[in-house]
């Protein structure tokens, strides 16, 4: 049963870095892509990045510069950080697979 | 970037109505190699996360309800939904993953009288 959750911290100072891991289970990372999805409150959804089945990752033009996501094959983990964050990204941040998609962490950042 | 254009961002429809929205794409979703459009409808209920509807433009997902219909082709989608019910109340977004970075339509909020 394929499952995914992420987990984090649910508040972060501005200009702070965010990290956070989706774990996931039934289904292996070397053979599928997993992907980072955020939602602003009461905004629509923004497509943040992936890393896929070979390790390769592609970002959200407007966020690679502070984005960065990665995994642990053998820990069935996946981890996004990103940094210097500012109150515009206070958002619920989503991984997914395909049709899969975790139940979302709040990230709020305020001081 | 492929930039998503959904009309309408509201919609105000009565039970059993029938209801289309659009999606255009700034650029052509259709891989000529496989004849495939790399278009996605996702609905979305009040606090629940996305749920796939459609992909491909025009598949849908198992356990679907046939009353939702994906149509289109290039830089113009629509989603239909046959006859509406209660239970549809969500927003509905479009996707394209022909290309990186995906990008997501600005939503379909569809409301029920």
């Known amino acids: 049963q394929v499952q995914l959750k992420e987990s984090g911290p649910g508040l972060v100072q501005p200009s702070q870095t965010l990290s956070l891991t989706c774990t996931v289970s039934?289904?292996?990372?070397?053979?599928?892509?997993v992907h980072w999805v955020r939602q602003p409150p009461g905004k629509g959804l923004e497509w943040v990045g992936a890393?896929?089945?070979?390790?390769?990752?592609d970002y959200n033009s407007a966020l690679k510069s502070r984005l960065s996501i990665s995994r642990d094959t053998s820990k069935s983990q996946v981890f996004l950080k990103m940094n210097s964050l500012q109150t515009e990204d206070t958002a619920i941040y989503f991984c997914?697979?395909?049709?899969?998609w975790g139940q979302g962490v709040m990230v709020t950042v305020s001081s | 970037d492929i930039v998503m254009t959904q009309t309408p961002s509201s919609q105000a429809v009565s039970a059993g109505e029938k209801v289309t929205m659009s999606c255009k794409s700034s650029?052509?979703?259709?891989?000529?190699?496989?004849?495939?459009?790399?278009l996605a409808w996702y609905q979305q209920k009040p606090g629940q996360s996305p749920k796939l509807l459609i992909s491909?433009?025009?598949t849908r997902e198992s356990g679907v309800p046939d009353r939702f219909i994906g149509s289109g082709s290039g830089t113009d989608f629509t989603l239909t939904i046959s006859s509406v019910q209660a239970e549809d109340l969500a927003v509905y977004y479009c996707?394209?993953?022909?290309?990186?970075?995906?990008?997501f339509g600005s939503g379909t909020k569809l409301e029920i009288k």
């Open positions: 997914t697979k395909e049709s899969y």
């Open positions: 039934g289904f292996s990372l070397t053979s599928n892509s």
């Open positions: 890393i896929w089945s070979g390790g390769s990752t």
């Open positions: 650029q052509s979703l259709l891989y000529s190699e496989n004849k495939k459009n790399y």
């Open positions: 491909w433009a025009s």
């Open positions: 996707e394209q993953y022909y290309d990186t970075p995906l990008t």
